[in-house]
């Protein structure tokens, strides 16, 4: 497969075949196929991919490819830079790689196991950078699950024309300003208005993006060169009533301005958990999203008008924690999002289990869901039955290869601002109890997702573990008119870097109480801490 941008980069596959000892093999021109490629909900880029399909393929066989590949624009003025990896997904036996160029070239290299050898000669002026494989190398994990991988350990060269991504951007500034400086159109000035009558900062915010969310569907455009990173013109957004990420934080930058608040546009990388080449070149790829930037007395704030919801009060946990380059304003700022703390997120439930006849458990139980944790079910009944809602609630409560009946107590989730939620249910379900020699059991359970990744067994790991997002969570479960047999403690606790949790049992006045807490600290693992 290879993947080029149609509009400023066609690519043409000038020879391919299969070869089978000194016999070429070659591939049927008539079965390559050129198609477009779907892009992601927050690209900045269309893409087309070609597929070559190689005949007499086996082991000891080799597959070569001749491609030719015109790059006649790039994506920012005066910018170009590429990223080399090595070792990953595939083995690589061997690789030269030459790249010449009449400006002056920045490298960065990560090369663990010296497999690698750099050459660039000069280092100002015309430059020519040579990048050899100098010994086969394979870093790509196999058979493990929640896989995290680390850069650090994989070799790569970046390569820009610049040093940093201030002077890249530079030339985007007066571009980006100049869409901004344009008056708004009725249907943003009403939604100025709007927001204007709220004193509340976040909630002036919430107002904005909400409503913008309400009347602006989003549709990306990327067929154009300027399409690729600069948003179209204010007109042009409100009159479609679409557009994709940079037209959103436009917009939203444009309104807020109006209203007299400090706000930019943000360039970032979107997406759970975090991963990018840590190198100090800037690159191309470094960012796929736009967002806005706001400061004001209620300090520095993140805001993706891109979302489906509002929440201006927090930071999505999608754009957390990285690199954002305010890209309008004085001059580009290379600056960083905070990231997700266990408290920015909160998860308490409570049931009382009751033992019914015909294998049947009964349980009532409230759920509440603060900060972050809203964010799934904030705006669902705009988007979803209210059956299929209740029937994810009710897994909060019971599991759901089980369940019978349920119903929940009415709610509302028409709005598209990110609040706290609370719902009580009642669900029926199937008791299936472990049977023992002293009569049934009732499982505990593991602790949860995020202390069951904790006994991932770690001997030959090669990569990091994926941990989810920090939260905190707490759980109270009350078994009703059952006893426990025995009087050994049920308690048990775990402390660590990434996740502590408690739990207590305790027999009570007609059941037995089960008290849970688990606060995940740490989005990810390293290798090196495992």
Known sequence: RRRYNPNIQPLAVEAAYTLVGDRRVPVDRSRIEDKPLASTPFGFDEQRQVMIPFAEVEVGTAVVTKIRRVTTQVALPGFWSTELLFGAPARQRAARVTIRSERPLHVSTNDPGGVLRVEQAPTDGPTTVTVTLVTPVYRFPVDEQDVWMDYESVPWVAVSTERDWVAAARPMTARYEALLAAPLPPRFEAIRAKA????????????????????IHYLGDWRTLQGRFVPRALAAIAETQSGDCKDFAA????????????????????????????????????FNHAIVHVRGADGERWLDPTNATSFAQGTYPDIAGRPALVVTGAAPTLLATPATRPGDGEVRGTRIVRFAPEERQVIDGTLTLRGATAIGYTGAELTRSKRSIDYALAGYFGEEKDLHEWTLDAYDLRSRVVRDLEFRARLVQRDAPMRTSAGDAYYLGGGGRAVEALLTPTTERVSGLVNGTPYAFRSTTELRDVRRIGDHSLDCAVTSPWIDFTRTVADVRGGILIDEDAVLQQAVISNAEL
């Open 251 to 286: 917009a939203t930058t444009a309104i807020l301005r109006a209203l007299g608040e400090r706000a930019d546009v943000a360039w970032i990388r979107r997406g759970f958990p975090y991963r990018r080449l840590p190198a100090a070149t800037p690159l191309v790829g470094d």
């Open 196 to 215: 204007a009558a709220v004193a509340d900062p976040s909630e002036r915010r919430n107002v904005v993006t909400s409503e913008l969310a309400a009347q």
